[in-house]
């Protein structure tokens, strides 16, 4: 059974840090790139980060770079969001995509509530 499950999300005041979590299940997890995504309230759901298969190559959105660093970890199966200096406009739901053969298999999370507010 395919799983994509994220974890590490939560209330934290501007300028602190969270650290995400996917874990993956039930598939090739290695061959796949991963992103992040992230969908405020009455929002469009954006990319925020990416990173490729073996290379292990990052992408971000221009908002966060700098401040949020997207690393995986094939042995278990784990891809993670380091999230630094958080400011309220980064309060949203984050999700974890994976995906290859340009969107053949695709694959998402559930989603984990990260809230920035003093």
């Known amino acids: 059974q395919v799983q994509l499950v994220e974890s590490g999300g939560g209330m934290v005041q501007p300028g602190g840090s969270l650290r995400l979590s996917c874990s993956a299940s039930?598939?090739?997890?290695?061959?796949?790139?991963v992103k992040w995504y992230r969908q405020a309230p009455g929002k469009e759901r954006e990319l925020v980060a990416g990173i490729t298969s073996i290379r292990g190559s990052t992408t971000y959105e221009d908002s966060v770079r700098g401040r949020f660093t997207v690393s995986r970890d094939n042995a278990i199966n784990m891809v993670y969001l380091q999230m630094n200096n958080l400011k309220p406009e980064d309060t949203a739901v984050y999700y974890c995509?994976?995906?290859?053969?340009?969107?053949?298999?695709?694959?998402w999370g559930q989603g984990t509530q990260v809230t920035v507010s003093s």
């Open positions: 039930g598939f090739i997890f290695s061959t796949y790139s």
């Open positions: 995509n994976a995906v290859r053969f340009k969107g053949l298999n695709d694959y």
